[in-house]
């Protein structure tokens, strides 16, 4: 599985994401799981002419020691579809920079 993977958290560090994580993305599922949602201006073209199966997300695991956000877009509605698949170059971006993003607002180095 392709993957941006934070390790090295502090039972702290961890605390204040799974807050910001709780209050941003709701609930997880699956216990620490959560759903993050694909901008619509970042989508391939046949994720833009799959409207029956948008939105798109990025499933993003928070555990104690890391935070690992997987670089496969995926669905909710469906099982598999040709419109899921790893991200692009400027999905991958967009979403890591998302990740460092909360990071820094939460001023969390590793």
């Avoid at 934070?6 to 993305?25: A, V």
């Avoid at 956000?69 to 790893?86: A, F, N, P, S, T």
């Avoid at 991200?87 to 991958?92: C, G, I, P, Y």
């Amino acid at each position: 599985m392709k993957q941006y993977l934070i390790d090295g958290l502090s039972p702290y560090d961890y605390e204040r994401l799974k807050t910001y994580c709780d209050e941003t993305f709701g609930q997880p599922s699956l216990g620490s799981i959560y759903w993050v949602k694909i901008d619509q201006s970042i989508l391939t073209p046949i994720q833009k002419e799959h409207t029956e199966c948008q939105p798109y997300y990025f499933a993003l695991e928070l555990d104690e020691r890391y935070l690992s956000c997987e670089l496969l877009v995926r669905i909710k509605k469906h099982i598999k579809c040709d419109c899921m698949g790893y991200a692009d170059s400027k999905q991958r971006e967009w979403f890591m920079d998302k990740v460092d993003g909360i990071l820094n607002t939460l001023d969390i180095t590793i």
